[in-house]
């Protein structure tokens, strides 16, 4: 069964310090796709990362990055230099097969609370 | 780029009549399109996969007649809520896939609906 599990409901962090939000992943797939997505309160899914299965290097696209590490089936978005509007939910992703077909499976989310 | 627009961002209805919402890719095409719905404060739930130029591919336990989904072109799909009831009041959201290497999906703003 193809999985994404989101432990953390809530989280703090203090503006301008890093944070990691964690997220543990369950598949089969040999070749798969790790997104990360943020949803502040406007309802708007945003994408911000993505890290594909056979991609040596952690993804990175400013101050996100993701730290793949493969073994444990562990794909944890950081942020860097957190700032007010990094406060939203963020959901973590996977591209699995399903019926024949692609799907976005994802996980139940984090909510993030950067303090001034 | 990848830019996706959805239409209305909220709409309100009477029970028993029947609504349309639209999703637009606006600077790439799609070849497919999704459909989630999400209640309060849980997660995205895939409610159908749709390709342009033939049917759409429901989820188990998703009433393809209750939600009517055509994909007419690269660039539109709309879902029809018919007959609504109160029931059927949620956070309607569409994501459109960029075809690239990721296989990214770009959401929409989403869709609130009210049905009274």
């Known amino acids: 069964a193809q999985k994404i599990t989101q432990t953390q409901p809530g989280m703090f962090v203090q503006e301008k310090e890093a944070v990691t939000l964690d997220c543990t992943y369950d598949?089969?797939?040999?070749?798969?796709?790790l997104f990360w997505y943020k949803q502040p309160s406007s309802g708007e899914m945003i994408f911000l990362i993505y890290q594909g299965s056979y991609d040596e290097q952690n993804a990175t696209e400013g101050r996100y990055s993701l730290n793949f590490q493969k073994a444990r089936k562990s794909a944890n978005l950081v942020i860097s230099a957190s700032q007010l509007g990094d406060s939203a939910m963020y959901f973590c992703?996977?591209?699995?097969?399903?019926?024949?077909?692609?799907?976005?499976?994802f996980g139940s989310g984090t909510r993030l609370l950067v303090r001034p | 780029g990848a830019v996706v627009s959805q239409h209305p961002s909220w709409v309100i209805c009477k029970s028993g009549t029947s609504v349309k919402i639209e999703c637009r890719s606006l600077?790439?095409?799609?070849?497919?399109m999704f459909w989630y719905r999400q209640f309060p404060k849980q997660s995205l739930m895939l409610m159908a996969t749709s390709n342009e130029g033939s049917k759409a591919t429901y989820e188990q336990g998703v009433e393809k007649d209750k939600f009517l989904i055509n994909h007419a072109s690269l660039t539109l799909s709309t879902l029809t809520v018919t007959s609504a009831h109160p029931e059927d009041s949620s956070f309607y959201i569409c994501s459109a896939s960029s075809g690239s290497r990721t296989d990214t999906q770009y959401f929409g703003p989403g869709t609130r609906l009210t049905v009274l």
């Open positions: 598949t089969s797939d040999q070749s798969y796709g």
């Open positions: 992703a996977m591209r699995g097969r399903m019926d024949s077909s692609y799907k976005l499976i």
């Open positions: 600077d790439f095409q799609a070849t497919t």
